[in-house]
């Protein structure tokens, strides 16, 4: 049968196999690895999945790529970013060198609020720009699907900007995206309290936002509008949290997610639990008994340690407790301008291989199958199995311990989309 891509000879063709599901505990440290492996892709789908012998026997095509000593790999996920804004945080970086916390620089009215004002300035051709940018960044890192979120517009129009943003880059991008509106990101200097611009996102943002999701290609394509809230001492206490959640859920009727313990434990996972929430994320000084609370749900707990290393912290969450607990555990990048300057899932592996002590196996799952199931996309994305979208990463190793071991080493090679390659390390 003529297909229309062959990739064979992969040294490894890591497939994070799992029959449509995110593996839990033991289970993240199968990769389903198929030796001298291949893959037969037709209509931007996986075909068939084997070893090269058997699918040269089945399959033939006039674009075959050669993966001899390479791994094969299913695209990145990236389950948390804040992948659209503009400016930058280069004198927060500064000044955390010099001593401020995180936490002193947003209450002094800088970080994510410095970032907000200049995402309310610029224009959504600016800021789309800015984005594709990043996007292509990430993608020449691995990452084929990414979750962006909304939350540094802080007043309705700008919130609206960036979710028209977001719409554009999935409509324009290669990469997959999924949209998330955080406006309970932080609290503007024009509300008194938390409690009074809780009240405005509740009432004027979410029916602006939900307006603007039911009028979108996602809509009609079936894609939610995930709701996200930063819950955190100073911020969001875990009341408020509970009620742009469960409005979310009850009255909009979409999933809901949170970043919850990234410096205080305020029992945020808790109340997302009790909300079926698709995600926790952070997850930094969450107690142990919490984790195992939550792995015993559906829910994935999404860690985040790039954060903890761009913020000099020799800190980590808890990991090892949530997969050993037989949790379903993510890693993403949290890509924003202030914790996470960074578009590389590679290198979070190599963190939390080292700090969290995840095997690189497990760590490769949390970046694909699992992180996929964080945006319930575990069907679509995130393992090589037939009848998935045809996203690759081919890599320039023939071990894919390789990738959270040789940090910082450029060793994604070919990415590929839905079939077709959208970059080649040696274009
Ligand atoms: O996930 N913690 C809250 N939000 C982001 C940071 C956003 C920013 O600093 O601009 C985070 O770490
Ligand atoms: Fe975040």
Known sequence: MNVDLLIVGAAQLVTCASGGRPKRGAQMRDLGIITDGAVAVKDGRILDVGTTADMRARYQSEHTIDASGRVVCPGLVDCHTHAVYAGDRLDDFESRIQGKTYMEILAAG??????????????????????????????????????????????????????????????????????TFLGAHSVPPEFASAHAYADHVLHEMMPAIFAAHAESHFAAQGVPLAVDVFCEEGVFDTVLSGQILSAARECWGQPVKAHVDEFVN??????????????????????????????????????????????????????????????????????????????????????????????????????????????????????IEPGKQADFAILATDDYRALAYEFGAPLVETVIIKGEVQWNASY
């Open 266 to 383: 305020l029992g945020g996972v808790r109340v997302a639990l009790e909300l079926g929430a698709l995600s926790v994320d952070h997850l930094d000084v969450t107690p142990d008994a919490e984790l195992e609370l939550l792995a015993g749900s559906e829910t994935v707990g999404v860690f985040l340690p790039a954060v903890n290393f761009n913020l000099g912290s020799t800190h980590f969450g808890h990991a090892r407790a949530l997969i050993d607990a037989g949790g379903i555990l993510a890693l993403a990048t949290d890509l924003n301008p202030g914790s996470a300057p960074t578009p590389s899932l590679p290198l979070v592996m190599a963190i939390a291989c080292r700090y969290q002590k995840l095997l690189p196996a497990e760590a490769l799952n949390a970046i694909t199958i699992n992180a996929a199931a964080a945006l319930k996309l575990e069907g679509v994305v995130g393992s």
């Open 110 to 179: 800088g970080g994510i609020m410095s970032t907000a004002r200049a995402t309310r300035a610029a224009t959504a051709d600016e800021l789309y720009a800015l984005a594709a940018h990043r996007l292509d960044v990430m993608l020449h890192n691995g990452t084929t699907t990414a979750e962006i979120k909304t939350g540094y517009g802080l007043d309705s129009a700008t919130e609206l900007k960036m979710f028209d943003v977001i719409a554009r880059l999935d409509r324009e991008h290669a990469m997959t995206i999924r949209p």
